[in-house]
């Protein structure tokens, strides 16, 4: 069959068609079977072809599909704004619905700007981010994002461009070990700040444990709290970048529980939908919300199918079944499960560098040299040899890595959904050690 769409990872590889998904398994039409070992993106929480959420699809559908959001209000909307404002700490309590983590980003990020201008502060406008990021691929989200392999063809296009370092342990720019370091690495905020003046800032924004620009890099445990006070300190809004952490990945519904702080705004994405529809939202605390609400009224964003009632629908089954089934509560000790495994083959293979992350959002970074943590060339394509050697097994795992040369190196996600079982875990493991035999 002739397939033409421009969404292949290269225009002329052939991928395999898909047949069918079942739990954290997926088969193709040739019946190769895979074991989805990242959630495709991070994104299929509780695995693939739950009959609970396909029938909620076909309730909602039975009703109504769309409506416009100006025109009208929905159960399913209303009942997932309150589902997210219950699961969430604080007072998070507004959720503005899009259909993708870029959105999300994007309306966070509108947000907090209109916030101030609400409250009669028309300069801080600006959005202060770190390098070792990434926050999405619409050109606002693109700015912020500190992923060079894919923001540098843009730069034109870009307003901004990241300011800070990530907290990246592994490779600390000053080689110190957290937390006697001082967390010399959030200071940085307070510099950037200083330099260029609190008044034309709106808001800080990060991800709890960095993705697909680093390979779920972990901030050590105080390095969020330092974060919240800096912002707090010079009057900037704290946007928790939750897309891949949100809805248990890592162990609690936010990650940034986890760091004891709440943000004043929240982006959503991914496990929010499981992948059974596009919906994101932005999530915003009441502190956030007065302002608007005493002004404007409208958060000054929106697309043509935001708070659709099919994906509302969705996605409210998909927390209800993370609820019912307390699969969030069982992701740290699975997560340990998986991480210990996985620290079994890094005496083995010499190429892995490091092995990191929170829950069941774990990457590995790959080196040249483990004792000086040289990164491979970066024209050595490593991290997709891998990934393609891992498939040819039968184990689907995602590529990280910023591109940032002599910065960061090759590196994988490895966040299965967070139903797995001890066994497929095990299962994942051996592929993934069979992948590292056939490399080295
Ligand atoms: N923010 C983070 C932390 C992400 O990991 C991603 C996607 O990988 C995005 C934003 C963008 O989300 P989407 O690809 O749904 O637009």
Known sequence: MERTYLI?????????MIDYGKGVYLYDREGK???????????????????????????????ISFVYRSQFTSEAAEKLAEKISSLTPG????????????????????????????????????????????????????????HTGRRARFVPLLEDFPVINPPYCYRCPYSLRAPSCGFLCAQELEHAIKRIGAQHIAAFIA??????????????????????KICDENDILFIADEVMTGFGRTGSMLAMEQYEVIPDIVALGKGMGAGYAPIAAALASEKVIEPILAGTKVVMSGH?????????AVSLAVLEYLEKNKIVSEVESK???LMNLLLQLKNQYSFIGDIRGKGLLLGIEFVEDAANKTPFPRNAQITQTIIALAKEKGLLVYPAGAGIDGVNGDSIIVSPPLTITKSEIEELVSLLAETFEGFS
């Open 8 to 16: 292949k990872p290269s225009l002329d590889d052939t991928l395999p």
């Open 33 to 63: 079977k895979y074991l989805d070992g990242a959630s495709g993106a991070v994104t299929a929480n509780i695995g693939h072809g739950v009959s609970e959420i396909l029938e909620a699809m076909q309730e909602q559908a039975k009703k």
């Open 91 to 146: 007072d998070l309590n507004w959720c503005f619905f899009v259909n993708s983590g870029s959105e999300a980003v994007e309306t966070a990020m509108k947000m907090a700007i209109q916030y101030w201008q609400e409250k009669g502060i028309q300069t801080k406008t600006k959005v202060l981010s770190r390098w070792v990021s990434y926050h999405g691929i619409t050109l606002g989200a693109l700015s912020l994002s500190g």
């Open 207 to 228: 991800e709890p444990v960095i993705g697909a620009a680093g390979g779920a890099i972990t901030a050590p445990k105080d390095y969020f709290k330092v974060i919240k």
């Open 304 to 312: 043509t199918l935001s708070a659709n009632p099919q994906s509302c």
């Open 335 to 337: 997560g340990e499960y």
